[in-house]
């Protein structure tokens, strides 16, 4: 898998967006982009993932930048709920590949 | 919304004694996943099942541990003879498998506590 580098941490206010951001430089044609939130005491839950364009769903959108080396997690409204680690990572997932866990971003959320 | 099942909880027990942690993975779900994670550290990857077999593990996955699928609804991991430094949270996935990259879907985990 591709190393990744992600802040350690981040601080929002409630209602405004986030971009969390990802670098992950030594990026494989074949490797897709996956975001993954862990809640406190919780197992983590799948956020996002992309290959190559911006991809958009109902949690947040992922931005891939032209030469596929950083993406960004954007979150349009936090709010507490969101508080969470964030993890980037990149892997080629063909049939049951394994995912990779880093250290992640800890995001905090504050009225 | 299909989830994955995960028992116990929270399991205590002494040093030395087997343990089998329990996972019901989403049905249709063709990769099973344990996954554990140490108190205040990283998601660490343990071993990937896929048709009946191991298809990958990591250095952590020793002869201690072993994985078992035994009647098409279950998905153990069994710790032959825990070790202090086995306390930690153990996470179960799966995933489909069908066609490109598909979400992992976790559990919400064991707790495992070696007194």
């Known amino acids: 898998d591709a190393k990744t580098t992600q802040p350690n941490s981040m601080e929002s206010n409630e209602e405004e967006p986030v971009h969390l951001p990802c670098n992950h430089s030594?990026?494989?044609?074949?490797?897709?982009i996956h975001w993954y939130r862990q809640l406190p005491s919780q197992g983590p839950e799948y956020v996002i993932h992309g290959l190559t364009s911006n991809v958009n769903n109902r949690m947040a959108s992922l931005a891939i930048a032209e030469d596929r080396k950083s993406s960004t997690l954007i979150l349009h409204r936090a709010t507490l709920r969101d508080a969470a680690v964030y993890y980037c990572i990149v892997s080629f997932t063909g049939g049951g590949n394994k995912l990779t866990f880093g250290t992640g971003t800890q995001l905090k959320v504050e009225l | 919304e299909p989830e994955v099942t995960q028992t116990p909880s929270h399991q205590v027990t002494q040093m030395g004694q087997e343990v089998i942690l329990r996972c019901v993975p989403i049905s249709n779900h063709l990769y099973f996943y344990w996954y554990r994670q140490i108190l205040g550290q990283k998601v660490e990857f343990l071993v990937s099942?896929?048709?009946?077999?191991?298809?990958?593990k990591s250095e952590i996955f020793d002869d201690q541990f072993s994985v078992e699928r035994p009647d098409g609804s279950n998905f153990t991991l069994k710790i032959r003879s825990t070790k202090l430094e086995d306390s930690a949270m153990y996470f179960c996935?799966?995933?489909?498998?069908?066609?490109?990259?598909?979400?992992?879907?976790f559990g919400e985990g064991s707790r495992l506590t070696v007194l």
């Open positions: 996935a799966s995933r489909a498998g069908t066609g490109g990259p598909g979400e992992l879907f």
């Open positions: 030594t990026i494989s044609g074949t490797d897709y």
């Open positions: 099942f896929y048709n009946n077999e191991i298809s990958e």
